[in-house]
């Protein structure tokens, strides 16, 4: 079964990106690694008239430290990133996350800055990214801009991007001093499957084991990818006891506004909020890795 | 559009137009009809082919970003007459039963190997996890890669 036709334009340079995105005749779309988009054109949800590729602009595909930050190309895939040395070695919260977005053969394809762009509720990369505190630069018609990732998802599918914007790169700070991370994924049907929760926390410990700083994010958990802003508070100063980790679990329940799908309702999203939490929090206090979910 | 990649350990110049995929590129253009359309969406893994040694899928990927990739379909696992040892390992444990999805899945066991030739079978099953068996023979599958993992 054929796609419905439209037109490539394979821009070499990313102003000359914007102005093809930008151009008035037809439906425009972007195109990165196409593991969304295509699915999107093959099931008629999308009939653009044109797609403009990002393959060909050089740079974007990079990924390299700078000033002791980890700068992501938007092109770079998920198999880019799960591989690269630097980021298992200094954000290996990142590789954690990124590793369990769907197969290898998505990740071969799927790339970082489009993940972002579109917007997944229930994104692998955005609650581990939203702990990270990333920076998502953006480039369009009236220049660059950059966008902290906790305001860049603006609603359902809906990223803070004007019409003819490109993510061109994710800027990620590097993580806390002694903070352990993990990212743990639900899926209730099968293992390659979005995350029907997906929880990301980095945690802080002073020498006498309290929380100095406690990140969580979460996917699945509400429109779209937020951090637990409740749950994070309960675990100020506090020592990662079941008991602490029980009550902020609770707190990122009660402050998530999950959506019922074709997964799970509403009601069982909240309950596995609860239950994923307390895990990975037990787990990051124990020092062990939170196993189990698949 | 205009195309250059390599196929097969071959040099292959064609044209597409602009909407096709790789995997109208290979079973239209090409005539390979090795790699097979399934769900069209990415999920089933029947069209996995290799790009520079990684799988993709060929119903998501545009044609046109094959262009000076190395890839190879079921038709390229041969070599000199020879099957591959993931071939003759499917073969010699009946890891295929309808044998819609074998292609497929042989190519990302292939791609597997290239990353890591010692596999345990959590990571054979990882590495399959987007490739479906609707005859659902998976346990002669995972035995076929394994195997192939043990000769090595």
């Known amino acids: 079964m054929r796609l419905h036709p439209f037109r490539l334009v394979e821009p070499e340079s990313l102003p000359e990106a914007i102005e093809a995105l930008g151009r008035l005749d037809g439906e425009a779309r972007l195109v990165a690694g196409g593991t969304a988009l295509v699915a999107m054109i093959r099931l008629g949800l999308v009939k653009p008239d044109r797609l403009v590729s990002l393959h060909r602009v050089p740079a974007l595909t990079q990924i390299r430290v700078e000033n002791g930050s980890l700068e992501l190309g938007a092109m770079a895939t998920h198999a880019d990133i799960e591989h690269s040395r630097v980021v298992r070695d200094g954000w290996p919260l990142l590789a954690d996350a990124v590793r369990r977005v769907a197969t290898p053969a998505i990740r071969t394809s799927g790339t970082i800055g489009g993940n972002l762009a579109y917007a997944e509720a229930a994104s692998d990369p955005a609650p581990a990214l939203l702990c990270l505190e990333a920076e998502v630069r953006v480039a369009g018609p009236r220049g660059s801009r950059t966008v902290p990732i906790g305001q860049f998802f603006r609603g359902f599918y809906d990223a803070a991007l004007e019409p003819g914007e490109i993510v061109t790169a994710i800027r990620i700070p590097p993580p806390p001093a002694r903070a352990r991370g993990g990212y743990i994924k639900f899926t209730s049907r099968s293992a390659e499957d979005k995350p029907l929760v997906g929880v990301a926390a980095l945690v802080a410990l002073d020498a006498s084991g309290r929380c100095v700083e406690t990140r969580i994010g979460l996917g699945g958990a509400a429109p779209t990818p937020i951090r637990a802003e409740r749950a994070e508070r309960t675990l100020r100063g506090e020592t990662l006891t079941d008991a602490a980790a029980r009550a902020a679990a609770e707190a990122a329940a009660q402050e998530a506004d999950p959506l019922t799908d074709l997964m799970g309702s509403a009601d069982y999203r909240r309950e596995m909020i609860r239950v994923w939490v307390r895990r990975l929090l037990v787990a990051l206090g124990d020092g062990t890795e939170a196993s189990g979910a698949r | ?152």
């Open chain 2, 1 to 152: 559009m205009n195309l250059a990649f390599t196929l097969n350990g071959q040099p292959c110049a064609t044209e597409a137009p602009d909407h096709w995929t790789v995997l109208d590129l290979l079973r239209d253009g090409l005539g390979l009809m090795g790699t097979k359309y399934g769900c069209g969406e990415g999920v089933c893994g029947t069209c996995t082919v290799l790009a520079d040694g990684r799988p993709i899928r060929a119903c998501l990927v545009l044609a046109a970003h094959a262009r000076g990739r190395t890839l190879v379909t079921v038709e390229g696992l041969e070599r000199d007459g020879r099957l591959d040892p993931i071939q003759t390992a499917f073969a010699e444990r009946g890891a295929a039963q309808c044998g819609y999805c074998t292609p497929g899945i042989m190519l990302a066991a292939k791609a597997l190997l290239l990353e890591n030739p010692a596999p345990t079978e959590h990571e054979v099953r990882e590495a399959l996890s987007g490739n479906l068996c609707r005859c659902t023979g998976y346990t002669k599958i995972v035995e076929a890669v394994l195997a192939v993992a043990g000769t090595r």
